[in-house]
């Protein structure tokens, strides 16, 4: 049986309700943690296979192989990954961004987005509690539900979406996490891994097709105003298709002109897809 992490927050709904309602059964077990988290047990051996932060996944291919079809994404906004500063991203230079420790992706874009896009450098301090930071009108960078609720509550002008920043500069995609399995793990379960890869797909499916009853699951888990978590779940991208494999890949690249992982990075998934 297979050892499997699941993302905490809200936006992993779509593919694991299914699973909740036993809908689908997931062949394994499943433990729900913030991605920092779920990338160290992923990297260490107390997991096997994941949901893991696309940064971590990159400097990690080495021990980790990528999974098709599923990644947490967005085309253009998404939400749920935003800086919170009175200024606007290009004027934080020598700034001080208060930033959480429960992500990795999010972490290095808004760095990508700071050096690459706009040439200049700030310095990250981790926080526990960033979004107080943000309250008391510093910057911060939040992710997943801790970010809506910034989104809800701080005026909009001072809430800066990185997926809208990363589009407004390169037109692509952007990919927060990708499913990934251990090398290891693969190499001596190969079967296994295709059967949890065959559950995943078939939850997404059933999210796709039971939009309402992933809408209840969220609202019992945090409620939100009417209709909230419908156009919330409609702006993220749950498929690792084309578009966001060339957004994964340009984030790689940007990353490795940075220094930020040791090398170059092909985004190939690595196990058979699953068939329809």
Known sequence: MLR????IYTNDLPIYTAFDEGAVRYPGALLADVPAHLNAML??????????SAFAWAAHVDQLALLPELCIGARTDVWSVVCVSPKGLCELDGATISVTRESATGRNLLRVLLERRY????????????????????????????????QQTFTPAI??????????????????????????????????????????????????????????????????????????????????????RSGLARYCDELFALGAIPARVIVEPEVLLVPS
């Open 159 to 244: 809430v800066h979406d990185l997926g809208r920043e990363w589009h407004a500069w390169t037109g692509l995609d952007m990919v927060f996490a990708v499913w990934a399995v251990r090398r290891d793990v693969l190499a001596h379960h190969p079967d296994k891994v295709q059967e949890a890869l065959g559950a995943l797909v078939a939850a997404r499916r059933w999210g796709i097709a039971h939009p309402a009853r992933v809408v209840a699951a969220a609202q019992a888990t945090r409620a939100r105003r009417e209709g909230y978590y419908a156009a919330y779940y409609d702006t993220l991208n749950f498929s690792f298709d084309a578009r966001a």
């Open 4 to 7: 499997s992490g699941r993302i």
């Open 43 to 52: 990297l260490d051996g107390r997991l096997d296979l994941s949901p893991i």
């Open 119 to 150: 040439g200049i450098r700030a310095t990250f301090v981790e926080s526990d509690d960033p979004y107080g930071v943000a309250a008391n009108g510093g910057n911060a960078l939040l992710i997943g539900d801790r970010a809506i609720d910034a």
